[in-house]
């Protein structure tokens, strides 16, 4: 078994594990993943071509945070519209990392068809996820063009249809010798998709909220991989976990207090603004996005009591905090103590299938899987979180449904509905006859 | 590879009688043995798992009494009693009621999800993970918790608003899910072993598949049900008519192979069990459709505590004339024909039965292929486990289930008041007045008496 080791180079966990081979029924399945080439910018070379190789690595890696984080920047400046476009194709190449990757193992590539069906489940799986999310926002749109009512009004049928086209192309295209890969492939994208495709609609849901609950959750992770990291390279000494050797303890706790302060801050900076605090809204006139509106409640500066033994230590009576900043906490905490689980679980996948990163897309980084296998996870946790502790059910969507109804059942709900508002009050009890 | 040969000719004997799928007796067989090229994937060397064939486990009286008959009958014989069993056993749940019909559906969802499972660890040999089968069965406890959540919460509004803790789980309950589903997940990352890790992915995703799979399309089958029992008792009677009438037109006519993953299949069998079954539910709508206990949604009856069927029959069950097109007048010489509209409904249905459910069956087919096993399980003699006689429902059911939501009804009305309940008050203030004024227009309430707001 020891033939079988194919770590290179550096850093990054896990190569120092021998054992991590000797799989039970490895023998023949250990796929022998080329390592990726090295692919630094031929200017990034030149420029570092003095620096010892782990300092040079120490610089490539934290340009290109630089550069990436700049990026982020920028987009958000560009808008709604844009975001929305970037985490389509994020996704897209995700997905693509991951089915290569299945490809690689199993030896795949001589199946033609289903790569094309891999493309078209990914493509499926989008139009009906798009379609659910379509309908609610842009609903006057819709309601208006002829083509898209009828889409949006048998849309889950017509999503079916396609996806049972797809299944029926893969019943068809089992061949004799290659059943167990078809089958193997075959599920290998489904679990792809669901965790890609649906978490990358979740995000966008989020982004509709307000692009605050977009950039501070993504925020948070970045904040809490680099503080980690920090935390870890100048006071690591207790190893974490054994799937990755090179977290430590000292770097978890410091990395999670720093991203709490770091998102109570960055949410009292955001909270200001209204274009990052709005609902994104779909003006029916101009055909645009627009981030207008008077701010919730949340984003309100509000007084609270500070218990006494913070004002014995800092001196103030009350504070004046914006109720996001304490979900922030929640969204932070949650950052940092689950979402190194979502590293975790992508760690032991690379060590399961002997890959050292997804894919080579950024240097000095690897794929773009590998920076986002943290942020699934917590794009999940906020929209949950949303739905659960901010708001309702969304009001646009509710009539449309009532609309939807037969007459009696409408009726109905404004008989209960008319007796739950005059119970609180907000309409005077005057019985009419209905 | 001549002793997988020699291992699948000695398992001929004694297992022929268990032959559950229909394309099968000699042929399978063949489609293993021959199959011996098929071994020669990338991966199985080490990977082809010897799943014991099933042992024989007729019942003792069943075999005395068929003692005399020919092998070949005998297969016959059981395989019609049990198909009469299983036939009597439905009628018996539907007449039980519709409590008693989701907890059988829970029933085999559960069985499902165990057999195919079992599949999983016999591939992967993963015996020795013991706490991969807690962790996937507390994935099973999980979705199935989130998916009832979301169906009581809405079928039970004026329960659920009664008792204060339920109504706490019922405001938080996607939140308490995640958590419930996220514990699991870090126990997994928590139970990584060294040596293990790939057999332990493996795992997890073909638990996360079978959920998928199993899981979600039986609680389509249970909102399908909650819609009116017709809409859960026609679909599955279709599909078993279909499988049976697709057998006996083989078997009598059959000539054409239809596809080479099943052998035994044929066009000759298609087609007439297309047919045959247009005809049959066409009949079978028309019977159930005239009683209220079939077609009238189910409802929680919150003073009695019971589930309740009564109701006035939705348009779709009262009879209404249709006139024939001329053709068929001059072929039958009646101008107008009374039918139920969801006899044509059931047209449907049938069609996508008979067209597109085989490929439910061939997708099992090629799966029991891909893994070298003969049936999911051995619970029923001579049909194999509860997955092979379901296999072809699945597709039926979500197609079930989407028809209605595109065809037939709109939203679930007491979902949307329960949504309305929880809006801001002014959100809900304004929701009031456009629907005010929507009915107003509808004339179904009297014209604005203007009153001081």
Same mark, same amino acid.
């Given at each position: 078994?020891?033939? +079988?080791?194919?770590?290179?180079?550096?850093? &990054?966990?896990?190569?120092?594990?021998?054992?991590?081979?000797?799989?039970?029924?490895?023998?023949?399945?250990?796929?022998?993943?080329?390592?990726?080439?090295?692919?630094?910018?031929?200017?990034?070379?030149?420029?570092?071509?003095?620096?010892?190789?782990?300092?040079?690595?120490?610089?490539?890696?934290?340009?290109? &945070?630089?550069?990436?984080?700049? *990026?982020?920047?920028?987009?958000?400046?560009?808008?709604?519209?844009?975001?929305?476009?970037?985490?389509?194709?994020?996704?897209?190449?995700?997905?693509?990392?991951?089915?290569?990757?299945?490809?690689?193992?199993?030896?795949?590539?001589?199946?033609?068809?289903?790569?094309?069906?891999?493309?078209?489940?990914?493509?499926?799986?989008?139009?009906?996820?798009?379609?659910?999310?379509?309908?609610?926002?842009?609903?006057?749109?819709?309601?208006?063009?002829?083509?898209?009512?009828?889409?949006?009004?048998?849309?889950?049928?017509?999503?079916?249809?396609?996806?049972?086209?797809?299944?029926?192309?893969?019943?068809?295209?089992?061949?004799?010798?290659?059943?167990?890969?078809?089958?193997?492939?075959?599920?290998?994208?489904?679990?792809?998709?669901?965790?890609?495709?649906?978490?990358?609609?979740?995000?966008?849901?989020?982004?509709?909220?307000?692009?605050?609950?977009?950039?501070?959750?993504?925020?948070?992770?970045?904040? $809490?991989?680099?503080? #980690?990291?920090? *935390?870890?390279?100048?006071?690591?000494?207790?190893?974490?976990?054994?799937?990755?050797?090179?977290? &430590?303890?000292?770097?978890?706790?410091?990395?999670?207090?720093?991203?709490?302060?770091?998102?109570? +801050?960055?949410?009292?900076?955001?909270?200001?603004?209204?274009?990052?605090?709005?609902?994104?809204?779909?003006?029916?006139?101009?055909?645009?996005?627009?981030?207008?509106?008077?701010?919730?409640?949340?984003?309100?500066?509000?007084?609270?009591?500070?218990?006494?033994?913070?004002?014995?230590?800092?001196?103030?009576? &009350?504070?004046?905090?914006?109720?996001?900043?304490?979900?922030?906490?929640?969204?932070?905490?949650? #950052?940092?103590?689950?979402?190194?689980?979502?590293?975790?679980?992508?760690?032991?996948?690379?060590?399961?299938?002997?890959?050292?990163?997804?894919?080579?897309?950024?240097?000095?980084?690897?794929?773009?899987?590998?920076?986002?296998?943290?942020?699934?996870?917590?794009?999940? *946790?906020? $929209?949950?979180?949303?739905?659960?502790?901010?708001?309702?059910? $969304?009001?646009?969507?509710?009539?449309?449904?009532?609309?939807?109804?037969?007459?009696?059942?409408? +009726?109905?709900?404004? $008989?209960?509905?008319? #007796?739950?508002?005059?119970?609180?009050?907000?309409?005077? #009890?005057?019985?009419?006859?209905? | 590879?001549?002793?997988?040969?020699?291992?699948?000719?000695?398992?001929?004997?004694?297992?022929?009688?268990?032959?559950?799928?229909?394309?099968?007796? /000699?042929?399978?067989?063949?489609?293993?043995?021959?199959?011996?090229?098929?071994?020669?994937?990338?991966?199985?060397?080490?990977?082809?798992?010897?799943?014991?064939?099933?042992?024989?486990?007729?019942?003792?009286?069943?075999?005395?009494?068929?003692? /005399?008959?020919?092998?070949?009958?005998?297969?016959?014989?059981?395989?019609?009693? @049990? =198909? @009469?069993?299983?036939?009597?056993?439905? !009628?018996?749940?539907?007449?039980?009621?519709?409590?008693?019909?989701?907890?059988?559906?829970? =029933?085999?969802?559960?069985?499902?999800?165990?057999?195919?499972?079992?599949?999983?660890?016999?591939?992967?040999?993963?015996?020795?993970?013991?706490?991969?089968?807690?962790?996937?069965?507390?994935?099973?406890?999980?979705?199935?918790?989130?998916?009832?959540?979301?169906?009581?919460?809405?079928?039970? /509004?004026?329960?659920?608003?009664?008792?204060?803790?339920?109504?706490?789980?019922?405001?938080?309950?996607?939140?308490?899910?995640?958590?419930?589903?996220?514990? /699991?997940?870090?126990?997994?990352?928590?139970?990584?072993?060294?040596?293990?890790?790939? @057999?332990?992915?493996?795992? !997890?995703?073909?638990?996360?598949?079978?959920?998928?799979?199993?899981?979600?399309?039986?609680?389509?089958?249970?909102?399908?049900?909650?819609?009116?029992?017709?809409?859960?008792?026609?679909?599955?009677? %279709?599909?078993?008519?279909?499988?049976?009438?697709?057998?006996?037109?083989?078997f009598f006519f059959g000539r054409t192979p239809l596809i080479k993953l099943s052998p035994k299949k044929t066009w000759e069998g298609f087609i007439g069990g297309f047919f045959s079954t247009v005809v049959f539910s066409f009949i079978f709508a028309y019977l159930l459709s005239q009683y209220q206990y079939f077609v009238c949604p189910v409802e929680y009856n919150s003073e009695t505590n019971r589930f309740a069927v009564e109701c006035q029959p939705p348009d779709l069950f009262i009879q209404q004339e249709y006139t024939l097109p001329a053709v068929v007048e001059n072929t039958i010489g009646q101008k107008t024909v009374h039918l139920y509209p969801f006899q044509i409904h059931s047209v449907a249905l049938s069609s996508f039965a008979s067209l597109i459910g085989p490929f439910g069956g061939f997708f099992a087919s090629g799966f029991k292929r891909a893994f070298k096993i003969k049936d999911f399980a051995d619970t029923i003699p001579g049909h194999g486990g509860i997955m092979d006689r379901f296999d072809c429902q699945y597709l039926m059911a979500t197609?079930?289930?989407?028809? %209605?939501?595109? !065809?037939?009804?709109?939203?679930?009305?007491?979902?949307?008041?329960?949504?309305? @309940?929880?809006?801001?008050?002014?959100?809900?203030?304004?929701?009031?007045?456009?629907?005010?004024?929507?009915?107003?227009?509808?004339?179904?309430?009297?014209?604005?008496?203007?009153?001081?707001?």
């Open positions: 078994t020891k033939g +079988l080791f194919l770590f290179k180079g550096s850093e &990054t966990e896990g190569r120092a594990d021998r054992d991590g081979a000797s799989d039970t029924e490895g023998k023949q399945d250990v796929p022998e993943v080329p390592v990726p080439a090295d692919d630094t910018p031929e200017v990034l070379n030149k420029a570092l071509s003095g620096l010892s190789s782990r300092w040079k690595n120490w610089w490539v890696r934290g340009i290109l &945070t630089l550069a990436m984080i700049s *990026f982020f920047f920028f987009i958000i400046y560009l808008g709604p519209m844009v975001l929305m476009m970037i985490v389509l194709c994020v996704q897209i190449k995700c997905f693509h990392e991951i089915i290569t990757i299945g490809y690689s193992v199993y030896h795949s590539y001589h199946l033609p068809w289903f790569r094309t069906l891999s493309w078209y489940f990914l493509l499926c799986v989008n139009y009906f996820f798009y379609g659910e999310t379509v309908t609610d926002y842009f609903f006057t749109l819709v309601q208006r063009e002829e083509p898209l009512r009828i889409l949006s009004k048998y849309h889950r049928f017509i999503s079916f249809a396609l996806y049972l086209t797809g299944f029926c192309m893969f019943v068809l295209s089992l061949v004799k010798k290659h059943y167990r890969l078809q089958f193997y492939m075959f599920g290998w994208t489904h679990v792809t998709l669901l965790i890609i495709v649906t978490q990358s609609h979740l995000i966008i849901h989020n982004l509709f909220e307000g692009m605050i609950w977009f950039i501070v959750p993504i925020s948070c992770v970045i904040c $809490n991989d680099i503080m #980690a990291y920090m *935390f870890g390279f100048f006071f690591g000494r207790t190893p974490l976990i054994k799937l990755s050797p090179k977290k &430590t303890w000292e770097g978890f706790i410091g990395g999670f207090f720093a991203t709490i302060l770091f998102g109570i +801050l960055l949410s009292y900076v955001m909270a200001g603004y209204r274009y990052f605090v709005c609902p994104v809204e779909f003006n029916n006139d101009s055909n645009s996005f627009t981030v207008y509106c008077e701010p919730s409640e949340l984003f309100q500066l509000q007084y609270y009591v500070l218990p006494s033994v913070l004002q014995s230590a800092t001196g103030w009576t &009350t504070v004046r905090l914006y109720p996001f900043q304490i979900h922030s906490i929640a969204l932070s905490s949650f #950052a940092s103590i689950m979402g190194p689980f979502g590293g975790f679980f992508a760690s032991g996948f690379k060590r399961a299938f002997k890959i050292k990163d997804f894919a080579n897309t950024i240097p000095g980084h690897g794929g773009i899987m590998d920076r986002f296998d943290c942020q699934y996870l917590m794009a999940t *946790f906020v $929209n949950v979180y949303i739905a659960s502790f901010i708001r309702g059910p $969304n009001p646009s969507k509710v009539i449309q449904q009532l609309l939807a109804l037969r007459l009696d059942q409408q +009726l109905h709900i404004f $008989n209960s509905l008319k #007796a739950h508002l005059i119970e609180k009050g907000l309409l005077p #009890a005057v019985e009419e006859a209905a | 590879m001549t002793e997988l040969r020699r291992r699948g000719a000695a398992a001929d004997p004694d297992s022929t009688d268990n032959l559950s799928d229909k394309e099968a007796d /000699g042929d399978d067989r063949l489609g293993l043995v021959g199959d011996a090229e098929g071994e020669c994937e990338g991966d199985t060397k080490a990977n082809t798992p010897d799943v014991p064939p099933s042992a024989d486990n007729t019942p003792e009286y069943l075999n005395k009494a068929l003692e /005399g008959l020919s092998s070949r009958w005998r297969n016959w014989w059981i395989r019609g009693i @049990l =198909s @009469l069993t299983m036939i009597s056993g439905f !009628f018996l749940i539907i007449y039980l009621g519709p409590v008693m019909l989701i907890i059988v559906v829970m =029933s085999v969802q559960i069985k499902c999800f165990q057999e195919i499972i079992t599949i999983g660890y016999r591939v992967y040999h993963s015996y020795e993970l013991p706490w991969f089968r807690t962790l996937s069965w507390y994935f099973l406890i999980c979705v199935n918790y989130f998916f009832y959540g979301e169906t009581v919460a809405d079928y039970f /509004g004026a329960l659920v608003q009664r008792e204060e803790p339920l109504q706490f789980l019922v405001r938080y309950h996607r939140f308490i899910s995640f958590a419930l589903y996220l514990a /699991g997940f870090c126990m997994f990352v928590l139970s990584l072993v060294k040596k293990h890790y790939r @057999l332990q992915f493996y795992m !997890f995703a073909w638990t996360h598949v079978t959920l998928l799979i199993v899981v979600t399309q039986s609680h389509l089958v249970i909102q399908n049900l909650f819609e009116g029992m017709i809409w859960f008792i026609v679909p599955i009677s %279709i599909v078993i008519c279909n499988d049976i009438m697709a057998y006996l037109f083989g197609f079930t289930h989407v028809y %209605i939501a595109s !065809f037939i009804r709109g939203p679930n009305p007491s979902k949307v008041l329960q949504q309305l @309940l929880v809006l801001q008050p002014e959100q809900q203030l304004s929701i009031f007045n456009t629907l005010r004024s929507h009915l107003r227009e509808r004339g179904i309430l009297p014209p604005a008496v203007l009153e001081a707001q």
